[in-house]
């Protein structure tokens, strides 16, 4: 993966071209994700009391 200071802001600029729709749908996909590879984590933080309300 290419992690020159060009490469980075052609992938922001492609990002921004994407529809609020789109980054919407990414997001939710990678929190699904995050909570099928790090279920112990997502349980401990969903019933700490230290979380934001």
Do not use: C, G, N
């Not at 921004?16 to 590879?37: C, G, H, N, P, Y």
């Amino acid at each position: 993966m290419d992690t020159t200071p060009e490469a980075h802001l052609a992938r922001l600029r492609l990002l921004r071209e994407k529809s609020v729709e789109w980054r919407i749908q990414k997001t939710f996909e990678l929190v699904d994700m995050s909570r099928a590879m790090f279920p112990e984590q997502t349980r401990r933080y969903l019933t700490s009391k230290r979380r934001p309300t």
